[in-house]
């Protein structure tokens, strides 16, 4: 267990980097949690941050990549629900990374 | 690729909050659907709840985690059995459960419902086609 200081608060993390209260979570969170893994957030970064936080809203589990591959095409199209799109932009996996980011717990499925 | 398909079915007995059984069997079932097996889900008994809708935890304190049902179809998981006994002993019809569906990508992503309801006979007889049955 560790902290990040976003904004000067301090926000518990758990070993792993993802957030231990999920109500903790502002958008700074996430540009902080880029900056650690040194990935600069573009548009392309929060659309999928957002699609993730949207999902979680609705079904209250992180999806697993291939099931977050397939609504991604659904909901943004096919150049961007494919997992080359989705790696270049979340090199260390776009279900881990971007959950993360997003503030969400590890997906549940993801092995 | 077939051969090393095994039927595997979740039965799930227990009411979904005061113990993790539901909870717990969920997140089994969304991992065992990474590994492309066919995966069929049965609710009976007082596990009839679990699927039911409008659940408010609020006065408990828990995660009211039924929302996560409904992202069973994007798992392609799409049988979900409901034993026809168990719901009327409780007071329950089909009307008092959620809608849970999924797209048949074979029929131009038709929404069909994943819920059939079955008889104690009928879900016996499924259990006896498993080459694994976990229940909780």
């Not at chain 1, 902290?3 to 993390?13: F, L, P, S």
Request: with cysteine.
């Amino acid at each position: 267990m560790g902290t990040i200081t976003v904004d000067g608060k301090e926000i518990e993390v758990d070993e792993e980097g993802y957030l231990v209260n999920l109500s903790d979570w502002f958008p700074a969170v996430a540009e902080e949690m880029a900056k650690i893994d040194e990935v600069e957030l573009g548009e392309d970064h929060w659309d999928i941050i957002n699609f993730l936080r949207e999902y979680y809203e609705e079904y209250q589990i992180a999806p697993a990549v291939r099931v977050l591959t397939k609504a991604v095409a659904k909901k943004l199209g096919k150049e961007k629900g494919n997992s080359k799109y989705l790696y270049e932009l979340f090199p260390y996996g776009p279900g881990k990374q971007a959950c993360k980011f997003a503030g969400l717990p590890k997906p549940t499925g993801c092995v | 690729m077939s051969d090393d398909v095994k039927k595997f079915m979740f039965v799930n007995t227990k009411a979904p909050y005061g113990t993790v059984y539901a909870l717990e069997s969920l997140e089994v079932v969304l991992i065992s659907a990474a590994f492309d097996q066919d995966v069929s889900l049965a609710f009976c008994d007082d596990g009839v709840f679990q699927i039911t809708k409008n659940q408010n935890t609020e006065g408990s304190g828990m995660k009211n985690f039924s929302p996560a049902y409904k992202a069973l179809g994007d798992y392609d998981i799409n049988k979900l059995y409901v034993e026809k006994e168990s719901l009327e002993e409780r007071g329950l019809t089909l009307d008092n459960l959620m809608d849970l569906t999924y797209e048949d990508e074979d029929d131009d992503w038709a929404e069909k419902p994943s819920i059939k309801l079955v008889t104690r006979a009928e879900l016996a007889d499924l259990m006896d086609q498993q080459d694994v049955v976990i229940s909780s």
